[in-house]
């Protein structure tokens, strides 16, 4: 008798996408398995690329920041800020006091945003249908004061080289201040629904494990990052727009599963909260836009900017040539760099846990074909 | 005691309480303040003021002359290389006037870069946001649709 027949041959290659209601988009994984045992996952992308960098050498620096929204489109305001911090830097141009707080208090916002959409898709993922609806109707607030503010609601085109192009409307500062007292509330409600759940706990505890040696050996950053129990955050580490003047918290899991990553985006919510609501207090006047010539024509050089953006670090590198138009732009995605992980957070899981992978990286495919 | 609980869920089930309860946390959502639907033809919906919608051309309202004075500003401006400005030199004045202004929506991604950079506050991106047309040409705007504005169909109720 030989060892093995053909009925123990049970390997299985399944794709999963790109109609995939739980890949966030136009993600395509082809799934080998064994049962119901992933053995080897292979990610296929490029569904939604529009040649983004391409575009940007076709530009001027002042033209291509709308492109940029494009990209995360669920986090626009943090892309339009790191963009706008990468041109400054080249052209050394100082952004006033007023316009950075404006622009901290945005990105934050979108940052609760961003993560408002991770954690109501994730909780669907996984089966829960009620915390969508809660953060979707939160979100909306958030959206109106982008509307206000800047008159788009998603790709928001919010700063400019140098500053901001719109001054604050008139009840601002009231609009944001009732959305954080509303706001922190409502974080104690989704905890109430998801943080001692059975079955949320079933479904995340232990699934898509990555230590912090793993994460940097992948380059993950963000959420994913700290949760693995590694205190690094942009914000703190190479503060950008003021972030120095502002105290808040690093939070972090300890094992780096998908359930301590939940917890830290969930409590990155409210130190939001608690950033925008210092950036309110201190609030300062004067002007919103810095020197910036009319042509914007940046000394040849190259430059590397990077922020925390919701996902993880994205980075801006822009080669100048001297001309009107950048030489080159190439985008650092949080998300792209992050989803490398996905083999190793699936191997030897089940497949309805690679959903649950999926979700917990936070991708957002506009960033990773881009 | 015991009894007294009996009887009492006894009585709960017969007069339907739980269900009377449950009806009322519905009931309490019907308070008009608590719909969030828009009836969106009959009732129009709150758009911000600074929103980034159909372009405008605007004209003195008093003489009806366009305010444009066809510097190129915007159509330099433009990401998408989307207007086109054309003018000619008045031989009595030698000033430049606008003789077509053509404004593609199809590829307009309402960035308002274009708005920011006329001098003269004349192209501006409006409140207005219904854009639909029932052929592609009908996406592209020459001035006097720029200066009319967008007439969307008006129901009757």
């Known amino acids: 008798?030989?060892?093995?027949?053909?009925?123990?041959?049970?390997?299985?290659?399944?794709?999963?996408?790109?109609?995939?209601?739980?890949?966030?988009?136009?993600?395509?994984?082809?799934?080998?398995?064994?049962?119901?045992?992933?053995?080897?996952?292979?990610?296929?992308?490029?569904?939604?690329?529009?040649?983004?960098?391409?575009?940007?050498?076709?530009?001027?620096?002042?033209?291509?920041?709308?492109?940029?929204?494009?990209?995360?489109?669920?986090?626009?305001?943090?892309?339009?800020?790191?963009?706008?911090?990468?041109?400054?830097?080249?052209?050394?141009?100082?952004?006033?006091?007023?316009?950075?707080?404006?622009?901290?208090?945005?990105?934050?916002?979108?940052?609760?945003?961003?993560?408002?959409?991770?954690?109501?898709?994730?909780?669907?993922?996984?089966?829960?249908?009620?915390?969508?609806?809660?953060?979707?109707?939160?979100?909306?607030?958030?959206?109106?004061?982008?509307?206000?503010?800047?008159?788009?609601?998603?790709?928001?085109h919010a700063f400019r080289i140098g500053g901001l192009q719109y001054e604050t409307y008139d009840t601002f500062e009231q609009d944001v201040r009732a959305f954080c007292d509303m706001f922190l509330p409502k974080v104690d409600e989704y905890e109430e629904l998801l943080t001692g759940n059975r079955i949320w706990i079933g479904r995340l505890r232990n699934v898509g494990i990555l230590t912090a040696e793993e994460c940097k050996a992948y380059g993950v950053t963000g959420p994913l990052l700290r949760a693995a129990g590694v205190k690094w955050d942009l914000r703190k580490a190479q503060p950008y727009s003021g972030y120095e003047q502002y105290d808040f918290e690093i939070p972090t899991g300890t094992i780096g599963d998908s359930y301590d990553r939940y917890l830290v985006r969930i409590q990155e919510m409210r130190q939001s909260v608690r950033i925008i609501r210092q950036a309110l207090d201190g609030l300062p006047g004067g002007p919103i836009m810095g020197k910036v010539p009319k042509v914007i024509k940046p000394p040849v050089g190259e430059v590397y900017v990077s922020i925390e953006a919701p996902k993880g670090e994205l980075g801006y590198y822009i080669v100048s040539d001297g001309s009107t138009q950048p030489y080159r732009v190439r985008v650092r995605p949080?998300?792209?760099?992050?989803?490398?992980?996905?083999?190793?957070?699936?191997?030897?899981?089940?497949?309805?846990?690679?959903?649950?992978?999926?979700?917990?990286?936070?991708?957002?495919?506009?960033?990773?074909?881009r | 005691m015991k009894q007294g609980g009996a009887l009492r869920r006894f009585l709960r089930k017969v007069l339907f309480i739980d269900l009377i309860e449950g009806l009322w946390v519905t009931f309490r959502y019907q308070q008009p303040k608590y719909i969030y639907t828009e009836q969106y033809p009959a009732e129009r919906p709150k758009i911000a003021e600074r929103y980034r919608g159909a372009p405008r051309l605007n004209t003195n309202p008093e003489t009806g002359e366009t305010l444009c004075i066809a510097c190129n500003l915007c159509a330099l401006a433009c990401p998408e290389n989307l207007i086109v400005v054309d003018s000619e030199r008045d031989e009595k004045t030698r000033r430049k006037v606008l003789t077509t202004f053509t404004y593609d929506t199809s590829r307009c991604m309402f960035c308002g870069l274009c708005e920011d950079a006329c001098p003269v506050d004349a192209l501006e991106l409006t409140q207005d946001f219904e854009l639909a047309s029932y052929s592609r040409e009908g996406a592209i705007w020459d001035r006097q649709m720029l200066e009319e504005g967008p007439r969307p169909t008006k129901y009757a109720y």
């Open chain 1, 1 to 156: 008798m030989p060892d093995s027949t053909f009925l123990d041959a049970t390997e299985l290659v399944l794709n999963m996408g790109p109609q995939h209601p739980s890949t966030h988009g136009v993600l395509r994984v082809i799934l080998k398995l064994d049962g119901e045992k992933v053995i080897g996952t292979e990610c296929v992308i490029g569904y939604l690329h529009r040649g983004i960098e391409k575009i940007a050498e076709n530009r001027t620096y002042a033209q291509f920041a709308p492109y940029v929204d494009r990209m995360d489109y669920v986090a626009a305001v943090s892309n339009g800020l790191g963009y706008c911090l990468a041109v400054e830097k080249l052209l050394g141009v100082e952004v006033p006091p007023r316009a950075q707080a404006v622009r901290v208090i945005l990105t934050e916002l979108n940052r609760i945003a961003s993560h408002l959409i991770w954690l109501g898709t994730h909780a669907l993922d996984v089966g829960a249908i009620t915390p969508l609806f809660y953060c979707m109707r939160e979100r909306e607030e958030i959206l109106n004061i982008f509307e206000k503010y800047c008159g788009a609601r998603l790709t928001t």
């Open chain 1, 334 to 369: 949080p998300s792209f760099v992050n989803l490398q992980a996905l083999d190793k957070m699936c191997r030897g899981a089940l497949v309805a846990d690679v959903v649950v992978v999926i979700g917990t990286i936070d991708i957002v495919l506009g960033e990773v074909d």
